[in-house]
């Protein structure tokens, strides 16, 4: 069956620290892959996202992810996490499909707390 | 960005009511889709809709749950009866083509 794991249930980062938030995926074949965040009260926002190419993708406000076929998996990274960052982050997945058989399959979610 | 609403933010019903979630999605959106997450587990896929009908829906689309966007309004879950395990968050999403969803932020349903 297809799945996205995110191994990290919580972390925990001081202001200025690098970060890896890791998903792993079970998936055949290459999925298009996802990063949202989930600022509290708010809708999922997209990050960034993978299709295919550069394995290395940027995203929004620092943000990049690496796509690893050998090990599948799309950790999400920045270098340099600042307090608003505080947020649960989902790694998700879909098929390349067409027709609309487009549904996503999410990763559990990581809380990141960012200490001042 | 592109935003998606949804109304009610917050619904308590009794058990055995109908309820109505309303989606209000991206204006040149054509694909719909409807997520439940229950509290500390994964959000999951319920269905999507495109060109008026149900495209793909998993088994947690029960029987009573149905979904309807007439006239090109809002985009709506419909639960009839609800049912205690139907107590979760219903993520709505849609996009313009198959892959980049946008999400609104969700309407709590917690079923008495």
């Known amino acids: 069956a297809q799945s996205v794991t995110q191994p990290d249930a919580r972390v925990t980062v001081s202001e200025g620290a690098s970060l890896q938030l890791r998903c792993k995926y079970s998936?055949?074949?290459?999925?298009?892959l996802f990063w949202y965040v989930q600022y509290q009260r708010q809708g999922l926002q997209l990050l960034l996202k993978?299709?295919?190419?550069?394995?290395v993708v940027q995203g929004v406000n620092g943000f990049e992810a690496e796509f690893s076929k050998s090990d599948s998996s799309f950790h999400l990274r920045k270098a340099s996490v600042h307090w608003s960052d505080s947020a649960v982050y989902f790694c998700?997945?879909?098929?390349?499909?067409?027709?609309?058989?487009?549904?996503?399959?999410f990763g559990q979610g990581t809380v990141l707390s960012v200490i001042p | 960005g592109p935003k998606v609403l949804q109304i009610p933010s917050h619904q308590i019903i009794d058990m055995g009511q109908m309820v109505t979630l309303n989606c209000d999605p991206v204006s040149n959106h054509l694909y719909f889709y409807w997520y439940k997450q229950i509290l500390g587990q994964q959000m999951e896929f319920l269905v999507n809709f495109y060109n008026g009908k149900v495209m793909e829906k998993s088994k947690l689309f029960k029987d009573q749950f149905s979904v309807e966007r007439p006239d090109g309004s809002y985009f709506t879950l419909k639960i009839q009866p609800t049912a205690l395990e139907d107590s979760a968050v219903y993520f709505c999403?849609?996009?313009?083509?198959?892959?980049?969803?946008?999400f609104g932020p969700g309407t709590r349903l917690t079923v008495l």
């Open positions: 993978y299709y295919s190419g550069d394995p």
């Open positions: 998700a997945a879909s098929t390349m499909a067409t027709g609309g058989n487009n549904k996503l399959t």
């Open positions: 998936y055949s074949g290459t999925p298009y």
């Open positions: 999403a849609s996009s313009q083509t198959n892959y980049e969803q946008y």
